[in-house]
């Protein structure tokens, strides 16, 4: 099987190779990826708000840091204003739970106020401050 096409011996002859891509993710997304959508949100915003500034900055980090895909999969226009494109998606792992986000939710919560949900942002949160830890650790020289 190539993608969604079943192949059998007879119908070998009928695919043109040239046109089948091989998409690899960084960073490479768990196998199978079970996860939550976050952010896909069509032509209307159905939870707006105020979003705190440490989940914002969270948000940024992870939109520009965990970015899934090269570009390869085109581009999306936002359903809601019909102004602004973007392509992909990032993915974020904290306490246990994945999200998997279009990266356009940027857009969405900067120009359309979208508030993701509160267990979404505490776990971002979560995320960030566990990135911040890490970097803030001392490197200590091997014996």
């Given at each position: ?86 392509r992909g998606e990032f993915i974020v792992e904290a306490n246990g739970r994945t999200y998997v986000l279009p ?41």
């Amino acid at each position: 099987m190539i993608g969604n096409i079943h192949t059998t011996p007879d119908d070998m002859e009928l695919i043109d190779y040239r046109h089948i891509v091989s998409l690899s993710f960084q960073p490479a997304p768990p196998s199978p990826l079970r996860a939550h959508a976050i952010g896909w949100l069509g032509s209307k915003v159905q939870s707006k708000g105020e979003m705190d500034q440490a989940s914002m900055f969270a948000l940024r980090q992870a939109h520009e840091k965990q970015r899934t895909d090269g570009g390869d999969l085109g581009y999306h226009t936002c359903g809601i204003c019909q102004h602004y494109q973007d392509r992909g998606e990032f993915i974020v792992e904290a306490n246990g739970r994945t999200y998997v986000l279009p990266r356009m939710v940027l857009h969405y919560v900067e120009a359309h106020s979208y508030l993701p949900p509160e267990v979404f942002l505490s776990d971002l949160r979560a995320w960030s401050e566990q990135r911040r830890s890490k970097a803030a650790e001392p490197i200590v020289p091997a014996d």
